[in-house]
T-cell receptor, first 113, second 115 residues
Framework: GAVVSQHPSRVICKSGTSVKIECRSL??????MFWYRQFPKQSLMLMATSNEGSKATYEQGVEKDKFLINHASLTLSTLTVTSAHPEDSSFYICSGGSQETQYFGPGTRLLVL | AQKITQTQPGMFVQEKEAVTLDCTYD???????LFWYKQPSSGEMIFLIYQGSYDQQNATEGRYSLNFQKARKSANLVISASQLGDSAMYFC????????????FGAGTRLFVKA
């Protein structure tokens, strides 16, 4: 199946700093990618839809100025958590693919101290 | 309103037996897709099976089958011949075809396979 990579897999940062997470589709082109957040023992919550060449679409309650999304090419979408705080500590997962199959990246565990 | 409902927080099954994980959904969109994903402790999301709303037959993929009952808006996952490696979280998800093809997830069911 198609492969989606994420980098970094784990990151620990200090409160107030920004963290960039990359999501790459390795063997397909993705005009749309999705970003999810998963807190421990909870489900995946859709944060935003990343659209190649245009602005991302954010879900209700997700701050677009805090979670900056850039989708500059058909194989790369980035999520930047700006001024991270401990409550932003979570598992961030991206996905891309087709109508019938979404392939997920391996996820990025963010810990904000 | 909850669009994807998984009512079983945890399930136990004996190795080699079959197990059904429940999922109900709510949508007014006539075109949608239903998915099941497996998430082991490593966190990766593993695609298991897909059912489109217009598909006439229930989807099957190896030991996985999806019991699609459209009128009841249910999409239960059946795992046959359970294996110890099947122990994981299982998420039911739905893609509505209006609104950008985004996919939303249920709360998940943790499956424990006993030896």
């Amino acid at each position: 199946g198609a492969v989606v990579s994420q980098h970094p897999s784990r990151v620990i940062c200090k409160s107030g700093t920004s963290v960039k997470i990359e999501c790459r589709s390795l063997d397909f082109q993705a005009t749309t990618m999705f970003w999810y957040r998963q807190f421990p023992k909870q489900s995946l919550m859709l944060m935003a839809t990343s659209n190649e060449g245009s602005k991302a679409t954010y879900e209700q309650g997700v701050e677009k100025d805090k979670f900056l999304i850039n989708h500059a090419s058909l194989t790369l979408s980035t999520l930047t958590v700006t001024s991270a705080h401990p409550e932003d500590s979570s598992f961030y997962i991206c996905s891309g693919g087709s109508q019938e199959t979404q392939y997920f990246g391996p996820g990025t565990r963010l810990l904000v101290l | 309103a909850q669009k994807i409902t998984q009512t079983q927080p945890g399930m136990f099954v004996q190795e080699k037996e079959a197990v059904t994980l429940d999922c109900t959904y709510d949508t007014s969109d006539p075109s949608y897709g239903l998915f099941w994903y497996k998430q082991p402790s490593s966190g990766e999301m593993i695609f298991l099976i897909y059912q489109g709303s217009y598909d006439q037959q229930n989807a099957t993929e190896g030991r996985y089958s999806l019991n699609f009952q459209k009128a009841r808006k249910s999409a239960n996952l059946v795992i046959s011949a359970s294996q110890l490696g099947d122990s994981a979280m299982y998420f039911c998800a739905m893609r509505e075809d209006t609104g950008g093809f985004k996919t939303i997830f249920g709360a998940g069911t943790r499956l424990f396979v006993k030896a």
